[in-house]
């Protein structure tokens, strides 16, 4: 019984570290394969529900993850933001990103036509495949994400909306999306305008839109996984927890979305080894877990301090 016992203990030993190791290059895999088989299989009248479709299978996984291997034990549990917190991420950070891709086209889209017309069309893709034009794309919309973050903890009035992103005391799935609207509705403009440069296909689009949801989640979940190499490529949970430190020169690194490659080249890659994240959140005025108050952050006083 005992021998019984103990070779239990070490078959549940052997599972939490096959899922420690293989939970996040899964995901991605999946996140890949499963969109690019909707791409391939629905009309693209109906591309526009696939990044929700992928990302619903997802949570239930994050949930259960959440819940049986966190990180951190204190991360979990309602402390009254979770309501503001599914506001933003399903509703707020949506339609955001919805109306920057409405407005792409008048601010950009079109005058480059016109300009395409005169100088000749910017399309070096189409020989590439889905796949290699997907990694053109989501390079390029990470560059310019890269900088517009970059710039957002340096300078003081874009600060004011982002600290209500950095204002969380915890990180979990559902808060991967709490920004305030402007900021959500600048920063979608920022991260998809390298699109329309690119010559970039409605298949593409989606791969580069499911593929940036799912990542953002996976920055945020409080879940005990070990990204390993992947740690040089993506930016997992593991680079972000440090981003949301309350020290100042820990939270000031990993800026990339999807990626952190362009940290990684910019000098702003953080990830010490036998370390972990203590305090979260920021060091001057508190954010509020209530949805009005922090639409109403960035216009009171003294919320410039970092």
């Not at 990302?55 to 949930?63: D, E, G, N, R």
Request: hydrophobic content about 45%; charged content about 15%.
């Amino acid at each position: 019984m005992c021998y019984l016992l103990l070779t239990l203990k070490q078959l549940q030993g052997l599972l939490k570290t096959i899922i420690k190791y293989s939970f996040y290059p899964l995901i991605l895999l999946c996140t890949l394969v499963s969109t690019f088989y909707f791409t391939e299989y629905f009309h693209r009248d109906y591309y526009i529900f696939i990044p929700g479709n992928v990302s619903l299978v997802f949570i239930f996984l994050f949930i259960v993850g959440e819940r049986y291997f966190p990180y951190r034990k204190d991360w979990f549990g309602n402390r009254g933001d979770l309501g503001t917190d599914l506001l933003q991420t399903f509703v707020v950070l949506p339609l955001a990103s919805k109306l920057s891709e409405l407005a792409i086209p008048f601010l950009f889209y079109y005058p480059i036509i016109w300009a395409s017309q005169t100088v000749g069309y910017f399309d070096f893709t189409n020989e590439w495949g889905v796949f290699g034009h997907f990694g053109i794309a989501l390079l390029a919309c990470e560059l310019f994400y890269y900088w517009f973050h970059r710039f957002a903890h340096h300078i003081p009035v874009i600060w004011r909306f982002h600290a209500v992103h950095h204002g969380a005391e915890r990180v979990y799935w559902v808060n991967s999306g709490r920004f305030h609207f402007v900021e959500a509705f600048f920063s979608s403009l920022v991260y998809f305008l390298p699109l329309i440069f690119i010559g970039t296909t409605p298949e593409v689009t989606v791969l580069v839109l499911t593929f940036s949801s799912i990542t953002g989640f996976l920055e945020h979940v409080n879940i005990n996984f070990e990204a390993g190499w992947f740690n040089y490529i993506f930016n997992t949970a593991q680079h972000h927890r440090w981003h949301h430190s309350k020290v100042i020169h820990e939270s000031n690194k990993n800026f990339g979305k999807a990626l952190i490659i362009w940290d990684l080249l910019f000098g702003t890659f953080y990830l010490p080894k036998n370390a972990e994240v203590g305090e979260v959140g920021i060091t001057g005025k508190a954010v509020s877990p209530k949805f009005i108050k922090q639409l109403t952050y960035p216009f009171q006083k003294d919320t410039t301090s970092e």
